[in-house]
């Protein structure tokens, strides 16, 4: 089977339905659109979710959830990702931007413990995991925690 040789399924396509095209088309004057009334107009039509009037589903149905206004945006990132700074080095929120790991302004970074680091590093985070603590400070790094 090659692509020129696909074609849709039988019966599965039909040409589109041309209407106001004569009255000898069958659909013709009035389209099928009725005479008179809003819905015959151009233009004409409810939106979607009208109910004639009654209280739409969307009203009626209790609202579920809560999305916090004081939500505090942290960024993670893992250990791997510290793998590329020099040995010795200091890793703040400046270079996590400049180095493009994290984008922008937040309103605190956590480092995760995914992955390995074999270079002693300062790091200067708000939140860290037990785990990513050992691994730091066994390959002999330093962490600073920002209140």
């Given amino acids: 089977m090659k692509l020129n040789e696909l074609s849709p399924a039988k019966g599965s396509r039909s040409p589109r339905k041309r209407l106001g095209r004569g009255v000898g088309s069958g659909t013709g004057k009035t389209a099928g659109r009725g005479t008179k009334g809003f819905n015959s107009r151009s233009g004409g039509g409810v939106r979607p979710g009208y109910e004639g009037g009654q209280m739409p589903i969307h009203r009626r149905l209790p609202k579920r959830g809560f999305t916090s206004i004081f939500k505090k ?55 860290i995991s037990k785990e990513a603590r050992v691994k730091i400070e066994a390959a002999g790094g330093e962490i600073q925690l920002i209140v």
Avoid: C, H, M, W
């Fill in 73 to 127: 945006k942290i960024v993670t990132i893992n250990i791997r990702d510290l793998e590329r700074f020099e040995s010795g080095g200091i890793v703040d929120e400046s270079t996590l931007i400049r180095e493009g790991l994290i984008k922008g302004q937040k309103d605190g970074i956590k480092l995760l413990a995914q992955g390995e680091i074999s270079k002693p590093l300062t790091i200067k985070v708000n939140a």
